[in-house]
């Protein structure tokens, strides 16, 4: 069917569930759609086995560091110039260039305009301004007591 894509891939289990913390970089030619310079990343791994692609996508990125240690593992596949992609790494939006990049991709296709994320529009700054209206808002003091945390020093 013209316009589908599908990854053939295989996938080996393995024993134990892997966690992992990583710093990664995407593949230059990979996603069309992509600024060079937004292509180091960050995200977290959580599978139990790793997934071999088939020859007809290519390599998303390459893992290089991984819970701390350097590493340089191939992840994930892409096809169609950026237009479909997996990849194990969870948090592959939580990048906000990539993120971006990728929404501006997609507008552009759909006739629209660029759009520019505003500074403070992470995830991180969301809970950061959460966590102040709860502090802001709650008898912290009392909270630490009844939670049994000692004396609460804002």
């Given amino acids: 069917m013209s316009g589908t894509w599908a990854f053939r891939y295989f996938h080996h289990l393995f024993a134990e569930k ?6 990664a970089i995407i593949d230059p ?11 180091e990343i960050q995200g977290y791994e959580i599978h139990t086995g790793q997934v071999e692609v088939g020859s007809q996508a290519q390599p998303l990125l390459c893992i290089l560091e991984r819970s701390g240690a350097e590493v ?17 790494l969870h948090g ?20 629209l305009p660029r759009v ?10 969301k809970y950061d301004k959460l966590a102040n209206q709860v502090r802001e808002h ?11 945390l000692g004396e609460y020093t804002p």
């Fill in 18 to 23: 892997q966690t992992h913390r990583c710093k």
């Fill in 29 to 39: 030619g990979s996603l069309s759609w992509l600024d060079s310079s937004h292509a």
């Fill in 72 to 88: 340089e593992i191939t992840d994930g596949a892409v096809q169609g110039g950026g237009k479909v992609f997996g990849t194990h």
């Fill in 92 to 111: 592959l939006f939580d990048n906000p260039s990539l993120l971006s990049d990728w929404v501006n991709f997609l507008r552009h296709n759909k006739g």
């Fill in 116 to 125: 520019e994320f505003k500074k403070g529009s992470t995830k991180e700054d």
């Fill in 138 to 148: 709650l008898d912290m003091e009392k909270l630490y007591r009844i939670m049994g």
